[in-house]
T-cell receptor, first 116, second 114 residues
Framework: DTGVSQDPRHKITKRGQNVTFRCDPI?????LYWYRQTLGQGPEFLTY????????KSRLLSDRFSAERPKGSFSTLEIQRTEQGDSAMYLC??????????????FGPGTRLLVL | GENVEQHPSTLSVQEGDSAVIKCTYS??????FPWYKQELGKRPQLIID?????GEKKDQRIAVTLNKTAKHFSLHITETQPEDSAVYFC?????????????FGPGTRLSVLP
């Protein structure tokens, strides 16, 4: 167990509804990443935080997606007005960026979203 | 931006044989290359990684080689076992900048036949 946890593990929602996912990183990790993974593909970057600052967002991330990490610990990913194309596994990863060392990302178990 | 390709997409080997998965990357600034194993329904798990200042790294039955000139790196699994069956992802990163510079390949589904 890598220590990254995500909640919920599964979510089924109707098109047009809003959903929110939570990620709790490994406690001393200062970086937190969100990825989306569809069947048969590798994880696709969405956004990442260093402490509480959101440093980068993918061009693939539409305005319906928003992420926060208010206290530099847990993070939430919200999808508004969900669409069937949002159905995927949403993975969170955390890492420790420290001077002189290479960051290694550790993944959570993911939240599988199904939009009907 | 970085682009990572991975081959083959599927690989079947007999138990005890070796398996090799190859990835190519486009950004010559990339300097960190991890490999992740993902079993069905589970999270990706880091199995080995290599930095651009070395050409090879080995950990028991798993090894990774890096050719910076050709911009490709490979995962080698020897004496394969049924529990090695999973999807393997390579990734490339150009260091602490993270974010979109941490790019994954599309994955290789490895099946080890008993």
């Amino acid at each position: 167990d890598t220590g990254v946890s995500q909640d919920p593990r599964h979510k089924i929602t109707k098109r047009g509804q809003n959903v929110t996912f939570r990620c709790d990183p490994i406690s001393e990790h200062n970086r937190l990443y969100w990825y989306r993974q569809t069947l048969g593909q590798g994880p696709e970057f969405l956004t990442y935080f260093q402490n509480e600052a959101q440093l980068e967002k993918s061009r693939l991330l539409s305005d319906r997606f928003s992420a926060e990490r208010p206290k530099g610990s847990f993070s939430t990913l919200e999808i508004q007005r969900t669409e069937q194309g949002d159905s995927a596994m949403y993975l969170c990863a955390s890492s420790l960026l420290a001077l002189g060392s290479q960051e290694t990302q550790y993944f959570g178990p993911g939240t599988r979203l199904l939009v009907l | 931006g970085e682009n990572v390709e991975q081959h083959p997409s599927t690989l079947s080997v007999q138990e005890g044989d070796s398996a090799v998965i190859k990835c190519t990357y486009s950004d010559s600034a990339s300097n960190y290359f991890p490999w992740y194993k993902q079993e069905l329904g589970k999270r990706p798990q880091l199995i080995i990684d290599i930095r651009s200042n070395v050409g090879e790294k080995k950990d028991q039955r798993i090894a990774v080689t890096l050719n910076k000139t050709a911009k490709h790196f490979s995962l080698h699994i020897t004496e394969t076992q049924p529990e090695d069956s999973a999807v393997y992802f390579c990734a490339a990163s150009n260091g602490p900048s993270g974010g979109q510079n941490f790019v994954f390949g599309p994955g290789t589904r490895l099946s080890v036949l008993p």
